[in-house]
């Protein structure tokens, strides 16, 4: 079973985020920038699947050059090769047009399945698998905590707000992944020096075929106009339980007519 | 005026609250209709509800199909809708689906899509916040018809009345559509307390409350308010609490009327998920928890006095 996994390289969540001043964009150079947490798990899953049927695991990112780090990283969990869209005019690309760029990259892969994250703690859009599936016309088992391969037979146990749901399809397929399905390894120190020398194959929207003024902030379906931090919350009141501190918090509680 | 297509959130016809909120933010845009997709029965039984909320049509698209495939064909029964009726614009939940839906739509349609929506003003440009609610955001859709993501408990609902006038659409799914079959569902119990997504109170237990067991406490409190339960990453993460309810990056968002924190200390990524909560009360020891910077009202105090005395109080004041 040939495997694809979707990697994207985001700004750390635990450190300050911000848009660059000029055309709003999320500002990645100034960030630190690692592996969208997501996406771990779905490293893992494929390395899994890989681990129990075989078949090689390729890594997909779309991304600037500062996005190989989180290549080599990923490589460095156990994945065989990595391909990197990379080209300048990609910069700004809303969620339509990578899935459009990630769609073509696809193509030029073989690949029985497709893991992704469930979702970006950037955009958090949470709708690229499903608008891949849409393109490539396979099968979306999005949202998963569990996946069970057997042959070319998937079965997944997709989270919904209120248990899961039991869903069923054949490949080729694309898989979205919870941090509730597995717990992500650590790259060993012989898998760290691997990676380095694992093929990375970089492409080009002229290589995928895509005119540049199809992509980037030029081509974005929706635009940011306007951005603020948000205004600072004002202090609230802090008392210290002197025994009676439930009886405040009642009273609060009930000053605003919660109870 | 414009015909505005809402995706109703629905369990079986039993229309959710979000809804009301999509229907309410509609009408900033033009005319609401109301698009039921579901089971046989479903359009009947939400209709009432539609009607209260200003839907001026209600298009029923009922087959078993609709939840018999995962997402798909949902996204292909509004895409010919949007071509039919070429509306002003097209509003559904940020729900996960939802977010799926809209994505396969946006692709089918050519659409720019915006998600996570907190306000949509007369223009169509809508607010949204960002970066775990760390900026707040204005955009707008440059392409196609707009698909705005709206979460839930964002915008107030605000009763209108609509004629709710019904009309049966085809449901014709293609065979692509129906590559993902959903074989079974399980609700996994939260016994009589609202969805936590929606709820409009929100009690969370941290790392604090040390205990599967101790959890109780926290569903007491949550109890007496008619709250929802939620829990940190550390409880569900410690298995204190089962995952499905974790707030926070990785968890759910929720934006409640008040969501009280129990031994939780606010980390930035369980603040992502809950910092536009209208008011919110902390109880934690440590008097430099960071969640103290977000509260409106902090208890610095140990959780197993604080949390059972002020349930009783409030039972007291109750009965
Ligand atoms: C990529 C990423 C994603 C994440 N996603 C999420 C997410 O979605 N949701 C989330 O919640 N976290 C998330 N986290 C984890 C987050 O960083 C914190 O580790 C987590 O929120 C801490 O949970 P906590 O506040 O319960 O525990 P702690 O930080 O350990 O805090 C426990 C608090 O309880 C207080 N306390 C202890 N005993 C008592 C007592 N008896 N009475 C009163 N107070 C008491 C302590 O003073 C302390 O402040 C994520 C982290 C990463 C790196
Ligand atoms: N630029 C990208 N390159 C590779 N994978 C991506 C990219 N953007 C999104 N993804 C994948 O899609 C998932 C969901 O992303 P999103 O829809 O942006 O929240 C992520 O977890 C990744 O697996």
Known sequence: MNIVVLVKQVPDSSSERTLHESDKTVDRDSASLVINEMDEYAIEEALKVKEAHGGEVTVLTMGPDKATESIRKALSMGPDKAVHVNDPALHGSCALVTSKVLAKALSTLEWDLVIAGAESTDGQVSALPAMLAERLGVAQLTGARKLTVEGSALTVERQTDDGYQVVQAATPAIVSVWDTINEPRYPSFKGIMQAKSKPVTTLTLADLGISPDEAGLGAATSEVVEAAPRPPKQAGVKIPDEGDGGVKLAEFLAAGKFV | ?319
Do not use: W
């Open chain 2, 1 to 319: 005026m414009a015909e505005v297509l809402v995706l109703v959130e629905h369990d079986n016809g039993v229309v959710k609250k979000v809804t009301g909120e999509l229907l309410t933010a509609a009408r900033a845009l033009g005319e609401p209709s109301a698009v039921v997709l579901g089971a046989a029965g479903s359009a009947a039984t939400a209709s009432a509800r539609l009607a209260e909320f200003g839907a001026e049509k209600i298009y029923a698209g009922e087959s078993a199909d609709i939840d018999g495939y995962v997402v798909a064909p949902k996204a292909e029964v509004l895409a010919r809708l949007v071509r039919d009726l070429a509306p002003a614009a097209v509003l559904v939940a940020a729900t996960s689906e939802g977010k799926e839906v809209a994505g396969r739509l946006a692709v089918k349609t050519e659409s720019g899509l915006l998600t996570d929506v907190t306000s949509i003003d007369a223009d169509g440009t809508a607010g949204q916040t960002i970066f775990a609610g760390g900026m707040l955001v204005k955009s707008r859709v440059r392409t196609g018809t707009p698909i705005y993501a709206v979460r839930p408990n964002a915008i107030t609902a605000v009763p209108a009345t609509g004629a709710a006038s019904r009309q049966d659409i085809e449901v014709s799914v293609s065979d692509s559509a129906r590559a993902a079959t959903v074989t079974e569902r399980v609700v996994e119990a939260r016994g009589s307390r609202p969805e936590l997504a929606e709820a409009s109170i929100v009690v969370s237990g941290g790392r604090g409350v040390g205990s599967a067991d101790n959890f109780k406490i926290i569903e007491s409190l949550a109890d007496s308010l008619g709250a929802a339960v939620g829990a940190s990453r550390a409880a569900t993460d410690s298995g204190f609490y089962p995952h499905q309810f974790q707030v926070g990056q990785t968890g759910k968002t929720v934006s409640p009327q008040l969501y009280v924190a129990c031994g939780i200390s606010g980390a930035i990524q369980h603040r992502a998920g809950m910092q536009t909560s209208k008011t919110i009360v902390a109880v934690n020891k440590d008097p430099e928890a960071p969640i103290f910077e977000l509260a409106d009202f902090g208890i610095v105090g140990d959780l197993f006095a604080v949390v059972p005395q002020a349930t009783d109080e409030i039972n007291r004041r109750k009965a």
